[in-house]
């Protein structure tokens, strides 16, 4: 069976330090795969996607840049963090053309102090 | 672009009474709809959705939701609210054609009390 690994779970980071959040699938091959942050109050918002390896595309712009080096590997990062930056990231994957169901991982909260 | 609106960001039931937490899209062609749950710290897991066929699905713990076209909602409901069903809901949408990612609504949080 499929399942999605994100870590680390919590992480406080200061204000312009890097950061470097990872995600992993399993049990399939060629995901869609997505970052989406949710801040305080306020819904899910569609950072990144990608259809393939090296392939990313940006939903907003942003502080933050995504990579997937491998199949089923994609990472978030910054150069330097924000205190905009805090959040609840959720990474999650889907099969096909069809998005008919996306499976997400635990999430990692992050806090810029 | 496509959107869902939720209505009320808090929700409150007693336990036993209904649940009804709306969400309306913005889609001219019907798309493809979920309900997902979220858990305190968690991610978020699928309570039903509506791709084809029948309008009314049931999901897990209980719940269940009707796509009606005419007023483009697709509000989720329980008939009997238990303790455990307090977390926050989240409706979202998907596009049937090109390239497909989940757009989510703002999330109602339901509250039950004994």
């Known amino acids: 069976s499929q399942t999605i690994h994100q870590w680390p779970a919590t992480l406080v980071q200061p204000v312009g330090s890097p950061l470097s959040l990872e995600c992993t699938v399993e049990g399939t091959s060629n995901p869609n795969l997505y970052w989406y942050r949710q801040a305080a109050g306020r819904g899910l918002q569609l950072l990144f996607y990608?259809?393939?390896?090296?392939?990313i595309s940006s939903e907003v712009p942003q502080n933050l840049s995504a990579s997937r080096p491998q199949d089923r590997q994609f990472i978030l990062s910054s150069k330097k963090l924000l205190l905009s930056d805090s959040g609840f990231y959720l990474c999650?994957?889907?099969?096909?053309?069809?998005?008919?169901?996306?499976?997400f991982g635990q999430g990692t909260r992050l806090t810029v102090v | 672009a496509q959107s869902v609106t939720q209505l009320g960001s808090h929700v409150s039931v007693s336990e036993g009474a209904l649940v009804l937490l709306r969400c309306n899209d913005s889609?001219?062609?019907?798309?493809?709809l979920f309900w997902y749950v979220q858990y305190p710290n968690q991610g978020l897991q699928l309570l039903l959705k509506?791709?084809?066929?029948?309008?009314l699905v049931k999901g897990i713990n209980g719940f269940e939701a009707e796509f009606k076209k005419s007023e483009t909602s697709f509000h989720l409901t329980k008939p009997s609210a238990h303790m455990s069903d307090a977390a926050e809901y989240f409706c979202a949408v998907s596009a049937r054609t090109g390239f497909q990612k989940l757009v989510f609504g703002t999330g109602t949080r339901l509250l039950v009390s004994p």
């Open positions: 509506y791709t084809t066929g029948a309008t």
């Open positions: 889609s001219s062609v019907p798309p493809y």
């Open positions: 990608s259809v393939g390896i090296g392939q």
């Open positions: 999650a994957w889907g099969s096909g053309l069809a998005l008919t169901e996306a499976f």
